[in-house]
């Protein structure tokens, strides 16, 4: 009689989940299969790293919003969950091209060009809408923010 290859493992969260545990040699199927059901199934897990991940994000978005004396965001419950590292890691990202690492802009220009006119963008959806835009559009982009709110059906489309 052969020794089993798929095992019916109940996970620690109470998912349970068939295993194919054939690469695994024979005699340490029955203890695998007993470790897994320890952890959580793989969805599970899954979610709670990106918990783990965005409670990190946050953490340092906060700093960075402090740090930079970034307003707080305006928004949903959801939106507020997500906005400030949507914020965080695209002025992160344009301020390590720009200045860093091209240095097509000093510190000075950075702040006056791109900062000043950030620190007045407070609703989150802004932020979330354009957080994955290219850097090099990001003056252009902050600087019309304002103009964008206050005239709301302005649009580029000419019909």
């Given at each position: 009689?052969?020794v089993?290859?798929?095992?019916?493992?109940?996970?620690?969260?109470?998912h349970?989940?068939?295993?194919?545990?054939?690469?695994?040699?024979?005699?340490?199927r029955?203890?695998?299969?007993?470790?897994?059901?320890?952890?959580?199934?793989?969805t599970?897990?899954?979610?709670?790293?990106?918990?783990e991940?965005?409670?990190?994000?946050?953490?340092?978005a906060?700093h960075?919003?402090n740090q930079n004396e970034l307003?707080k965001?305006?928004?949903?419950?959801?939106?507020?969950m997500?906005?400030?590292?949507?914020?965080?890691?695209?002025?992160?990202?344009?301020?390590?091209?720009?200045?860093?690492?091209d240095?097509?802009?000093?510190?000075?220009?950075?702040e006056?060009?791109?900062?000043v006119?950030?620190?007045?963008?407070?609703?989150?959806?802004?932020?979330?809408?354009?957080?994955?835009?290219?850097?090099?559009?990001?003056?252009?982009?902050?600087?019309?923010?304002?103009?964008?709110?206050a005239?709301?059906?302005?649009?580029?489309?000419?019909?």
């Amino acid at each position: 009689m052969a020794v089993k290859t798929i095992y019916s493992i109940q996970h620690s969260c109470r998912h349970i989940a068939e295993r194919d545990l054939s690469k695994k040699p024979a005699g340490q199927r029955a203890g695998f299969a007993s470790w897994l059901a320890k952890q959580p199934c793989t969805t599970c897990f899954a979610k709670s790293k990106s918990r783990e991940d965005q409670k990190a994000g946050i953490a340092d978005a906060e700093h960075f919003e402090n740090q930079n004396e970034l307003p707080k965001l305006d928004g949903s419950e959801k939106q507020l969950m997500w906005a400030p590292i949507f914020r965080h890691k695209l002025i992160f990202k344009a301020h390590e091209l720009l200045v860093d690492t091209d240095q097509v802009m000093t510190e000075e220009e950075f702040e006056d060009r791109i900062m000043v006119p950030a620190r007045r963008i407070t609703g989150s959806g802004w932020w979330m809408d354009n957080h994955d835009c290219e850097v090099e559009d990001l003056e252009e982009l902050v600087t019309t923010a304002i103009d964008d709110v206050a005239v709301p059906t302005a649009s580029e489309n000419p019909f």
